[in-house]
């Protein structure tokens, strides 16, 4: 079945900017979609359609695809940017079949 | 504004069905699908389904195909997804979310406990 690869962890200092990684054989074709989610609450869309930000996320949330990777980027990371973030795609089969990567835990300190 | 507001936790035995609810308002019900995704604790989310509630038509991740049924109720603006053969692997929480190819909103959860 079709996967998506994100790293465990990354872990920035306030200020700094941190870097997602989520890669997948379909994402030359299909869209990256990424969700942050905090301790105990439902995940929250932060990109969608590779590189564009819902209202009210905040701007240092931005998201780019290239080849068989996309990244989500939050420049000038803050403490309350620490959380789980998970990315999403859809296979190539057709079938509207949803994955989510394994998630990274952002910690900002 | 876009709520989904789901039904209580559940506690069951293995080898029994669960039927969570998925309570939709603040849009046409029938104009987005609906994504079920669960999360077992300290894990990872996965998803399980979708349906478009205008058709009823459905699709599965391979790994529920057999076991997980989504169903809708238009007229009460209510969505449903039903698991059976439960087993220990199967705690964890199940969200539903409002989807346009992609879960867009999501439900508050709902907690199924499989323990004998």
């Known amino acids: 079945s079709y996967e998506l690869t994100q790293p465990p962890s990354v872990s920035v200092s306030p200020g700094q900017t941190a870097r997602i990684t989520c890669s997948g054989d379909?994402?030359?074709?299909?869209?990256a979609y990424w969700y942050q989610q905090k301790s105990g609450q439902a995940p929250v869309l932060v990109i969608y359609?590779?590189?564009k930000r819902p209202s009210g996320i905040p701007e240092r949330f931005s998201g780019s695809s290239s080849g068989t990777m996309a990244t989500l980027t939050i420049s000038g990371a803050q403490v309350e940017d620490e959380a789980d973030y998970y990315c999403?795609?859809?296979?190539?089969?057709?079938?509207?079949?949803?994955?989510f990567g394994g998630g990274t835990k952002l910690t900002v300190l | 504004q876009v709520q989904l507001v789901q039904s209580g936790a559940e506690v069951k035995k293995p080898g029994a069905s669960v039927k969570v609810s998925c309570k939709a308002s603040?849009?046409?019900?029938?104009?987005?699908?609906i994504n079920w995704v669960r999360q077992a604790t300290g894990q990872g989310l996965e998803w399980m389904g979708w349906?478009?509630?205008?058709?009823?038509?459905?699709g599965y991740a391979q790994k529920f195909q057999g076991r997980v049924t989504i169903t809708r109720n238009t007229s009460i603006s209510t969505a449903y997804m039903e698991l059976s053969s439960l087993r220990s692997e199967d705690t964890a929480v199940y969200y539903c979310?409002?989807?346009?190819?992609?879960?867009?909103?999501w439900g508050q959860g709902t907690l199924v406990t499989v323990s004998s």
């Open positions: 999403y795609s859809t296979d190539s089969s057709g079938n509207h079949r949803g994955v």
């Open positions: 603040g849009y046409t019900f029938t104009s987005y699908d």
């Open positions: 349906m478009n509630p205008n058709s009823g038509n459905t």
């Open positions: 359609e590779d590189s």
């Open positions: 979310a409002r989807a346009s190819g992609y879960p867009r909103e």
């Open positions: 379909a994402l030359p074709k299909k869209y």
